[in-house]
């Protein structure tokens, strides 16, 4: 079992990171992953708190890291065209030496559209412009040569991608998200790891469920499942004080909410139901908070 450590960028400094950053490198994490937001995504009173843009936090975690695999979970697709953002991961991989993934997904914070001046298309045009981006981003990563693409939304023309990919056959590509219908499927046509939002109401079985659906879109495409990594990102708030558990945890009872065993258990629980690698979420960026989690968690899984 693998897990992942994506830290918070928000209300939080450089300060902080670089010692988090090397923990979790120095630990038994697998992956090391930020969010792609401008403003905190917790409400128009959190916008005064700052927040450490994640590209460029996985930049300069690439160059100071040997060892974990990194990326976004995930880039919104709204805010760059998927020619840059092919160019931008191509070279944060090679600045890593091959241990980049690309996150990305169609995007929902609107405000944040609103306050940088982004269009927020409705869902379904979010949903169109994620499945055309995928198509791009995946052509000019496995194409050998120059791609020219010509779609509804997004066209290039006779574009190399150079430097390419450092990690072979591809740079992998993550989606992430939950709908059924059209992210999955989309996932499932272009995607090298699916991820499952647990910031959302999830489960066990609800993991089991959506990834049910990610293969039945895969025979629908002729596409082998164990092609594409199973993975869940899942908030974690360990609970010492047991008289507080039951109110911390009833707003979202799925997550990783509680005691040590309690949440050893639910890890089990979710490794049953098919996850691959489970990326741990709303831990503040503290090195001392992913130390004892990597030694009185992660290790009861080694």
Known sequence: ????????????????TLPTIKTVEAGRWNSLWWSDHFLPPIGPRGEEGGAL????????????????????????????????????????????????????????????????????????????????AAELIRLLFTSEGRVTYEGKYYT?????????????????ILIGGNGEKRTLLTCAKYADVCNIDFNNPGSPEIFKHKIEILERHCETI?????????????????????????????????????????????????????????MIAGVPTRAEYFDRIDKEILSQFD
């Open 222 to 278: 002729g596409r082998d499942p164990s092609e594409i990594r199973k993975t869940m990102l899942i908030p974690m708030r360990i609970v010492d004080d047991e008289s507080q558990v039951e109110e911390l945890r009833r707003p979202r009872p799925w997550t990783l909410t509680g005691s040590i065993s309690y949440i050893a258990e639910l890890i089990q629980q979710y490794i049953d139901a098919g996850v691959e690698e489970m």
């Open 156 to 172: 290039i023309d006779n574009a190399p991608l150079n430097p390419g990919c450092t990690t072979q056959p591809n740079t992998p």
């Open 53 to 132: 843009e994640g590209w460029s936090l996985v930049t300069a975690a690439a160059a100071i890291t040997n060892r974990v695999e990194l990326g976004l979970l995930v880039s919104g697709n709204t805010y760059r065209n998927p020619g840059l953002l092919a160019k931008m991961a191509t070279s944060v991989d090679e600045i890593s030496g091959g241990r980049y993934i690309l996150g990305f997904g169609a995007a929902w914070f609107q405000r944040e559209h609103e306050a940088y001046g982004w269009t927020f298309p409705g869902l379904k045009e979010r949903c169109d412009r994620l499945e055309e």
């Open 1 to 16: 079992m693998k897990f992942g450590a994506q830290l918070v960028n928000y209300f939080t400094s450089w300060e902080a």
